[in-house]
């Protein structure tokens, strides 16, 4: 296994393509296998590679895996990445969350500390909810250093720091992980409690879906709250039902809660709960959301619409389109007029324009009249780097209804 030490007389290295340098030159952080040239040296699967123009001019260093993207890049600089390397690379990640006012804020103590590609670290999530840290690794090249990842953890966190969990199993290549086991990687934690804006959720990193809780909606849900009082709200697709947490507690008169799995309807009861929910304010219902809209009055004030990704590769595009449409139409017709619909898409294949018009013809199929009031996306912890625009993947519209 790799020990997390770069050489630099390191003798596995990846030739480019002249023709093929550019995206490399202009710090995108994939190389496609259709770029590669020769590949040098024995490569494995995991393995840290440096790429290189042909005429022996270094680009980059990174990880390799046999696959479209055959190497994904973590620096542009020659390095020597000793431990220090990666404290310094998860310091960075640090830094940013605590210019955000994320980091040692008691009102919100849950936020995403490294987001891939968006914090210069390809196939590496770090979730930290209170005084532990989730990670999970999309690739094999970052799996191979738990040990340095950890280590950089504990160097920025000191005694903040309880333990680190590894939550990789389920989105590693199937042939690789079939002998990962997610386990602690440092000390011990129990699912807990956390705060979010002030609200409080349960969170379990070890059974949850993705590293527990999604993250990734913390201000859309604060808006929502901005809207909810004295409404009747339906939160479809709603997990472990944070929209309905913020609902509730900015006042709905009535909040229904939807999602086909008995498990995430038994958490969302539990953080309604935990929220001090008045009695009677909230029902929640383990079903399939298009049959229940179908059968739903069309007497909902808000409705918050947020389905799990439904394309996750090109071919499958049009397919999740028409779904989009499909569920954005039913949902159209179940408001009063004067509603509020706020819908998503975490498709990363379905860009934000594709989504708008794929709503725009949702709204056509309904006849009413729409309007758009804002463009929301994911939050600043779950950073786009600037030479990627590919980590742009949440994108949401508020609807004003007649």
Known sequence: MFDGYYTKDMQKRIIIKNKKAAAAQRFHPWVFSGAVKAIEGPVEDGDVVEVYQEDGSYLATGHYQDGSICVRLFSFLPVQAEQAFWNQKIGGA???????????????????????????????????????????????????????????????YGDALVAVYDKSSETLPATYASGVKNGYVFGESAPQTVQEHGHTFWVDWESGQKTGFFLDQRENRWLTGQYARDKKVLNAFCYTG???????????????????????????DRNVELNGAAP???????????????????????????PPA?????????????????????????LRAGGLLFTFSCSQVVGRQLFYDTIVAAALETRRQVRVLHHLS?????????????????????LYVE
């Open 242 to 268: 944070g929209f309905s947490v913020y609902a509730l507690k900015a006042g709905a008169r009535q909040v229904d809660s939807v999602d086909v799995s008995r498990t995430a309807m038994a958490v969302t």
């Open 94 to 156: 640090l830094a940013c969350r605590k210019a955000l006012g994320l980091a040692g804020n008691p009102h919100t103590d849950c936020y995403r500390l490294v987001h891939g590609e968006g914090d210069g670290l390809p196939g590496l999530i770090i979730d930290i909810y209170g005084s532990t840290a989730v990670v999970q690794c999309h690739s094999i090249g970052m799996h191979r250093m738990l040990g340095p990842i950890a280590g950089a953890l504990r160097e920025n």
């Open 280 to 306: 009677g304010t909230h029902q929640s219902f383990a079903e399939d959301t298009m049959a229940f809209l179908k059968a739903a009055d069309a007497d909902y004030d808000l409705m918050v619409i947020d």
């Open 378 to 398: 994911q939050p600043p912890d779950h950073p786009v780097n600037i030479y990627h625009p590919e980590g742009e993947y949440l994108k949401g519209l508020v």
């Open 310 to 334: 439904f394309a996750k590769s090109i071919k499958k595009r049009h397919n999740a389109v028409q779904g989009y449409k499909r569920l954005n139409a039913l949902a159209l017709s179940k």
